[in-house]
């Protein structure tokens, strides 16, 4: 005996719905697709695997961004008003396209560091790899708090 049309269409519908379903739900950051995903902030299309962010709205909506000049205007300009801001997400220079949380970074401004904004600005995860990176450019270290200001 074959199933009425209509449990075959819900049994669609269903296949269909729940990976949606999953997706808006997320909890954490998605990676950057490099060479495709735009700035949600200047539209560049985002290609250069060692600088970028996300912002995750309470609501579970994902803002990209290619530089960190883009994240802090966007924050700024409260397109996403921060009492609804769930997280910031910040690509590790040291780790091309491996997003850590904006609160555990540590920031590092040099001029010969050339964003893809002119921010200018290489994120760490971990403080070798800043230590490293700090003695090769000699550059400023920022708080992620202190940049926003």
Not at 24 to 45: E, H, L, V, W
Not at 59 to 65: A, E, P, Q, S, V
Not at 130 to 145: K, P, R, V
């Amino acid at each position: 005996m074959k199933p009425p049309p209509s449990i075959k269409l819900l049994f669609v519908f269903l296949l269909l719905a729940i990976p949606v379903a999953f997706q808006a739900c997320t909890s954490g950051p998605r990676p950057i697709q490099f060479g495709t995903d735009n700035c949600d902030f200047c539209k560049m299309t985002i290609s250069d695997e060692r600088y970028g962010a996300e912002l995750l709205s309470q609501k579970g909506r994902i803002y990209l961004f290619d530089d960190l000049h883009c994240i802090r205007e966007f924050i700024q300009k409260e397109t996403v008003p921060r009492e609804q801001i769930k997280a910031v997400y910040l690509i590790d220079f040291a780790r091309p396209g491996v997003l850590i949380p904006a609160t555990d970074a540590r920031l590092l401004h040099h001029e010969e560091l050339k964003s893809p904004m002119g921010a200018n600005i290489a994120v760490f995860g971990n403080s070798d790899s800043f230590t490293l990176y700090q003695a090769t450019y000699s550059g400023t270290a920022i708080s992620w708090e202190d940049y926003l200001k």
